[in-house]
Structures are given as C-alpha cells and as structure tokens.
C-alpha cells in the first residue's frame, strides 16, 4: 500500500491536530502519532513500526497496563479534573482540581 491521494490529505488534517496536541499539552507530537499508529495498526504494520522503532511497542504496553500510564516517580498527568501523580515511592496519587472562579 502507498500514499494516495486520500491518505495524503487525511495526513494534512493529522498533522494539524498533533500541531494543536503539542501548543496545548507539549506532548510530542511523533511520539504521540507513534503510539496513535500502533494503538489502530493491524499485526503486519506492527512488526514494521517495531523494526523501525525498536523498544517503542514494550513502552506503550507498560504504559497501558500502568495506574493512568505512569510509570516514574514524578510523572504526572490530568485526566479529566484529577491530577494524578506517582510520587518518589512509586505510589499513584489523585487530586482533584477545583475551579478556580
């Protein structure tokens, strides 16, 4: 399979939503679309990315079997009005974040 002319547009609109992806959570736009493409890839395209991004599918796996995918003291994430962290005893701890009006 190659590029078509419908994958290449639909390839416009991605990079513009990782754009936005970056500008309000400063995650990592490639390796956001990475794991994006390994979450919908089917067993062939797994074994592609794997051969080009080595060690990538077994830090995805940890992290979807992880508390909120933390995997280090000190990381921390918001999901929904929690704040969730794992703090430098590998324990994960949520806080709810009130509204500050």
Known sequence: MSIGVLEYQASIKLESK?????????????????????????????????????????????????????????ERVVIGDYLIVMDPDGKVLSTAIKDEQ
């Open 18 to 74: 990782a754009n936005d992806l970056r500008s309000n959570t400063g995650a990592n736009q490639f390796y956001s679309l990475l794991g994006a493409l390994y979450r919908i890839a089917g067993s062939e395209e797994v074994d592609k990315l794997n051969i080009a991004f080595p060690g990538v599918f077994e830090e995805l796996e940890k992290r979807y079997n992880a508390p909120a995918g933390l995997l280090y003291p000190g």
